[in-house]
């Protein structure tokens, strides 16, 4: 594996992406979703439902419209979505390492936001039932925006409640989306892929891609412990 180049700034303030980079909450929306096809025996390839990944929900309806028809897919997510947001509620498994990372930013102050394409209230209650919430000073969603990712509103709107140049956050997103969403609000970006791997078109972009949070972790100590808290 080719060597990550050091981030080349202490960052002002970090941004979070959620699903698949915080919670691993894409294997529980698949799964839901998945399950909810074999209960209504929508013939779809278990692979398939990858390509709605980092996606808003009008995406994701419109992609499994044009797959299965729009009264079908109506009916399927319905009950897709009710399956998942039972599981989210009662509290999404954390992707490895991120407690770790959110307590070292913490203990060194360093302004940390959410950035969604989850609407709200259910980004807030997700966050809540993880017991993550605590941890951010600000949560924009889906739900404050215009447009959602691959536009870069969210995470400027991030920016700005945060009080920091976009040019001085640091995002990490594990999506193709996300991450070019970040890249268009001028922000420098580390992608943690979960459960897709980023292909060529994605890497041309030019930001850096690491395996685990523990690894975005390293990218960051440099520049904390350079600057200890009192």
């Known amino acids: 594996m080719a060597e990550i180049a050091p981030l080349p700034f202490r960052p002002a303030a970090v941004i979070f992406d959620m699903d698949g980079l915080m919670l691993d909450s894409e294997r529980a929306i698949l799964e839901s979703l998945r399950a909810a096809a074999l209960d209504h025996r929508a013939d779809i390839d278990p692979d398939w439902w990858l390509c709605l990944i980092g996606h808003t929900e009008a995406v994701c309806r419109a992609r499994l419209g044009a797959h299965i028809g729009d009264v079908a897919a109506d009916a399927l997510l319905a009950d897709g979505h009710a399956r998942y947001?039972?599981?989210?509620?009662?509290?999404?498994?954390?992707?490895?390492?991120?407690?770790?990372?959110?307590?070292?930013?913490?203990?060194?102050?360093?302004?940390?936001?959410?950035?969604t394409s989850t609407r709200?209230?259910?980004?807030?209650?997700?966050?809540?039932?993880?017991?993550?919430?605590?941890?951010?000073?600000?949560?924009?969603?889906?739900?404050?925006?215009?447009?959602?990712?691959?536009?870069?509103?969210?995470?400027?709107?991030?920016?700005?409640?945060?009080?920091?140049?976009?040019?001085?956050?640091?995002?990490?997103?594990?999506?193709?989306?996300?991450?070019?969403?970040?890249?268009?609000?001028?922000?420098?970006?580390?992608?943690v892929p979960d459960l897709l791997a980023p292909d060529d078109d994605v890497r041309a972009l030019g930001h850096r891609i690491v395996g685990s949070l523990e690894a975005a972790q390293a990218l960051l100590a440099p520049w904390l412990l350079a600057t200890q808290p009192d």
Not at 94 to 106: E, F, S, Y
Not at 141 to 166: F, I, N, Q
Not at 168 to 189: H, N, Y
Request: glycine content about 6%; charged content about 15%.
């Open 85 to 115: 947001v039972a599981v989210a509620e009662s509290g999404v498994p954390h992707r490895p390492g991120i407690v770790a990372l959110l307590d070292l930013l913490a203990a060194h102050d360093m302004p940390r936001a959410v950035a």
């Open 120 to 191: 709200a209230p259910l980004a807030q209650r997700k966050l809540e039932a993880a017991g993550l919430l605590g941890y951010f000073d600000v949560v924009c969603t889906s739900s404050d925006v215009a447009h959602p990712k691959p536009a870069p509103d969210v995470y400027l709107l991030a920016a700005e409640r945060l009080g920091v140049s976009p040019a001085q956050c640091l995002v990490l997103e594990d999506s193709p989306t996300g991450v070019r969403a970040a890249l268009a609000a001028g922000m420098a970006v580390v992608q």
